[in-house]
């Protein structure tokens, strides 16, 4: 590639189209490789629930519950509907605070915002301050899963 006669250098093509080819192959590494910048803490924004929170069918399995979390940062209306679309299969359901939840799943005495205790077919219509929530449909008392047809649940 290089070669030195006499003390000078002689260049010849290959020499010198081999180090512009090193020099690039370089420069893109470093391209597409930039050098990592030191992360500042992201700052994390909530999510603010609004509108439609599910709709459609549902299944509550035996002995566990159906937990939708409600985060408003304004005073808002809850409309949660289901139904189990039988008289004889019953659910209950409720809005408890979020920092309640484990209390209530270990099962122990919760305050509850609104329940509608065992109930075929329930609704739900509940003005709400600010702060976290979670809607509930409890079935774990039941041996069986229970399938809801028709489920609304919505934030105005």
């Known amino acids: 590639m290089f070669e030195q006669r006499k003390g000078t250098w002689s ?19 470093f391209r597409v490789n930039p050098p990592a910048e030191r992360s500042v803490a992201a700052e994390v924004k909530p999510k603010w629930t609004e509108g439609e929170v599910f709709k ?3 299944q509550v399995a035996a002995g566990s519950e159906l937990s939708y979390p409600i ?19 019953k659910l209950a359901s409720a809005v408890i605070k979020a920092e309640d939840f484990n209390m209530w799943k ?8 609104v329940s509608t205790g ?16 979670i809607f509930l449909l409890d079935n774990r008392s039941g041996s069986e899963p229970i399938t809801l047809p028709e489920m609304d649940i919505s934030v105005e």
């Open 71 to 89: 985060n408003l940062n304004r005073k808002a209306t809850l409309k949660a509907y289901f139904t189990t679309g039988k008289s004889e299969i």
């Open 56 to 58: 459609g069918p549902g």
């Open 106 to 113: 270990s099962g122990g005495e919760v305050k509850t915002i």
């Open 11 to 29: 260049y010849t093509w290959a020499g010198i189209v081999g180090v512009v080819i090193i020099i690039i192959a370089v420069i893109q590494i």
């Open 118 to 133: 065992m109930v075929p077919r329930g609704t739900i219509t509940r003005v709400l301050e600010p702060g976290n929530y």
